[in-house]
């Protein structure tokens, strides 16, 4: 395992243990609103501190950037590490166990390395630019499915923004039409780790942050999956939406998505 990912992977534990212990006993969460239908927790933000103080410890002069700290500059600009410390904090609150530590690397603007790790399931999934992806260590492979009629699909409604969920449903029925079936989880992280290993065929959403996908993307492109944006460019994290999944149904996506 490449040193900066093992690092990763302990401090996404050590959040993964944080996190479960707060979802056993959910009385004291400090729950609150960041605005329409999104929530914070003090789980949150424990979890969050607790990844970067053990990052630091290894990486002192690294670069930050997490959902509930924002950016905490380093000296050395090269190493940028996205975290969102639990994604999915909503199914949290409502003791829904579908959640993950999400935690990438961007090494000179590109994506290095990726963590996402479910506390609940106990399952860690991994990557390494140009080494391929694992979930518990066993390489993992994305679908090949070729047309959408074979296909499970997830997506999210855009409940941060329900003025454009009538452009959404537009393009949603028509996927629906021709899909196996469609899945909605509240957690991106876990949906790209899904199309990662074949778990899903296909994935997209829009209003997204970096923290969302950082570590999803790459973990569905060393999956041997495609991912772009809703134009079928290559830039998803700084656009806020992200088509992901085999060749084939990407591209079909992509064109219901234009």
């Excluded at 579908?98 to 506390?119: E, M, N, T, W």
């Excluded at 296909?151 to 009538?166: C, N, V």
């Excluded at 495609?226 to 149904?249: C, Y």
Aim: proline letters at 3%.
């Amino acid at each position: 395992m490449h040193p900066m990912l093992n690092i990763a992977v302990r401090a996404a534990r050590v959040a993964g243990n944080i996190i479960a212990k707060g979802f056993e006993n959910q009385t004291d969460l400090l729950t609150q609103a960041k605005g329409d239908n999104d929530y914070v927790t003090r789980i949150d933000k424990e979890a969050e501190q607790a990844i970067i103080h053990k990052i630091k410890q290894s990486f002192p002069d690294h670069c930050f950037v997490g959902e509930e700290g924002g950016v905490v500059e380093g000296t050395d600009k090269d190493y940028k590490w996205v975290i969102d410390p639990l994604d999915g904090t909503t199914n949290f609150i409502k003791g829904i166990p579908h959640f993950a530590v999400s935690i990438a690397l961007l090494y000179k603007g590109r994506l290095d390395q990726a963590v996402v790790f479910d506390p609940i399931r106990g399952e860690l999934f991994t990557a390494s630019k140009g080494a391929g992806a694992q979930l518990n260590g066993f390489r993992i492979r994305s679908s090949k499915a070729k047309e959408l009629s074979q296909t499970i699909l997830a997506t999210a409604f855009p409940f941060r923004d329900k003025a454009k969920f009538a452009q959404f449903q537009e393009s949603f029925s028509n996927i629906f039409m021709q899909a196996g079936d469609i899945r909605r989880s509240g957690s991106a992280a876990l949906d790209l780790a899904y199309v990662a290993s074949g778990r899903y065929d296909g994935y997209w959403e829009q209003g997204l942050k970096p923290w969302d996908i950082a570590a999803g993307e790459l973990l569905v492109r060393e999956s041997g999956g495609l991912v772009t944006d809703f134009s079928g460019g290559n830039d998803p994290m700084h656009k806020g939406e992200i088509v992901a999944g085999s060749p084939k149904i990407v591209q079909t996506l992509v064109k219901h998505l234009k």
